[in-house]
């Protein structure tokens, strides 16, 4: 059974300008290459519903989005920039999360979100970090709307995801797993910060053997579902992390990105597994990253 794909044409139409890293090439070089990747099944989502953002996000804080991307753009936050159609590609990226969750709790498999503007960095009034909205915690929200309380996220993009530690560090429902450069942006992510008990900070330098950024990640996986059981995995798959990205210094490999999966299936034969793109700045490596990781979904 090929591996459901979500998209939004929107996500392409987002653009932060010209030498910023967060280009529409990003995802476009994976779309391309995911349409004629015999596992991966591609789908236009309808746009996320405002109650969806409204669970994660203030009301306010959606609608100075809006407004400034209705006014043609600019900077919405240092580095976090907007152009006329990102409230649009915002929209888009979490609605295919939602679409996600939605295909996978019927029981069809597993899916991914490929996405952008990212979201691990969105707080609920504050948006940085090329990020808008939190699409995994949107993700997470939904899926507990569905019935599935309990859900794990895990991060493997190479910066903390201090966005969705926020919103969830409160929360026992949601256990949070982070593999992260340290120190690196945006500083948060420590390995004591542990909200309730749920978030699981694994900080390390960079230009370390890759197997060991892997085993520490896989670690704190196992002590995450030691005696607890996600109802879904959401996956804030960003490919920074991997070597030779400009905005990281670690060393994984596509293969890393397949075996984690494998992993992941593996001790959670019953949790389906809803992948969603979040940062990597080549767009090739990208691609590459995040076609291992489907193609271990849908193995
Ligand atoms: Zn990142």
Same mark, same amino acid.
């Given at each position: 059974?090929?591996?459901?794909?979500?998209?939004?044409?929107d996500?392409?139409r987002h653009?932060?300008g010209?030498?910023?890293?967060?280009?529409?090439?990003?995802?476009?070089? #994976?779309?391309?290459? *995911?349409?004629?990747?015999?596992s991966? +099944?591609?789908?236009n %989502?309808?746009? /996320?519903?405002? $109650?969806?953002?409204l669970?994660?996000?203030?009301?306010?804080?959606?609608?100075?989005?809006?407004a400034?991307?209705?006014?043609g753009?600019?900077?919405?936050? #240092?580095d976090?920039? *907007?152009?006329?159609?990102?409230?649009a +590609?915002?929209l888009? %990226?979490?609605? /295919?999360?939602? $679409?996600?969750?939605?295909?996978v709790?019927t029981?069809?498999?597993?899916?991914?979100a490929?996405?952008?503007?990212?979201?691990?960095?969105?707080?609920?009034?504050?948006?940085m970090?090329?990020?808008?909205v939190?699409?995994?915690?949107?993700?997470?929200?939904?899926?507990?709307?569905?019935?599935?309380?309990r859900?794990?996220?895990?991060?493997?993009?190479?910066h903390?995801?201090?966005g969705?530690?926020?919103?969830?560090?409160?929360?026992?429902?949601?256990?949070?797993?982070?593999?992260h450069q340290?120190?690196?942006?945006?500083?948060?992510?420590?390995?004591?910060?542990r909200?309730?008990?749920?978030?699981?900070?694994?900080?390390?330098?960079?230009?370390?053997?890759?197997?060991?950024?892997?085993?520490?990640?896989?670690?704190?996986?196992?002590?995450?579902?030691m005696?607890?059981?996600?109802?879904?995995?959401?996956?804030?798959?960003?490919?920074?992390?991997?070597?030779?990205?400009?905005?990281?210094?670690?060393?994984?490999?596509?293969?890393?990105?397949a075996?984690?999966?494998?992993?992941?299936?593996e001790?959670?034969?019953d949790?389906?597994?809803?992948?969603?793109?979040?940062?990597?700045?080549?767009?090739s490596?990208?691609?590459?990253?995040?076609?291992?990781?489907?193609q271990?979904l849908?193995?």
């Amino acid at each position: 059974m090929p591996v459901a794909i979500f998209t939004h044409p929107d996500c392409l139409r987002h653009d932060p300008g010209q030498d910023h890293p967060e280009t529409p090439a990003r995802l476009q070089v #994976l779309l391309d290459r *995911l349409r004629t990747e015999p596992s991966a +099944a591609l789908h236009n %989502a309808p746009p /996320a519903d405002r $109650a969806s953002l409204l669970a994660v996000h203030r009301d306010s804080y959606l609608r100075s989005v809006e407004a400034l991307s209705e006014a043609g753009g600019g900077a919405l936050f #240092l580095d976090t920039i *907007l152009n006329r159609s990102s409230w649009a +590609a915002a929209l888009g %990226a979490a609605g /295919a999360v939602v $679409a996600g969750v939605d295909h996978v709790h019927t029981g069809k498999g597993h899916a991914f979100a490929a996405v952008r503007p990212p979201g691990h960095h969105a707080l609920a009034s504050v948006g940085m970090g090329f990020c808008l909205v939190n699409n995994a915690v949107v993700g997470a929200r939904h899926a507990q709307r569905l019935g599935r309380e309990r859900v794990l996220i895990v991060d493997w993009d190479v910066h903390h995801g201090n966005g969705t530690q926020a919103l969830v560090e409160q929360d026992e429902t949601i256990r949070y797993v982070s593999l992260h450069q340290s120190p690196w942006y945006p500083g948060t992510g420590a390995a004591d910060e542990r909200g309730v008990g749920n978030v699981f900070n694994v900080p390390r330098g960079p230009g370390k053997p890759a197997e060991l950024y892997v085993g520490d990640l896989w670690a704190a996986i196992v002590a995450a579902t030691m005696d607890w059981t996600p109802a879904l995995v959401l996956i804030s798959a960003g490919f920074d992390a991997m070597r030779g990205d400009p905005l990281g210094g670690f060393t994984l490999e596509p293969a890393h990105y397949a075996d984690l999966t494998h992993r992941l299936r593996e001790r959670l034969p019953d949790a389906p597994i809803v992948g969603l793109l979040e940062g990597g700045y080549i767009p090739s490596r990208v691609a590459a990253g995040a076609v291992a990781h489907i193609q271990a979904l849908g193995e």
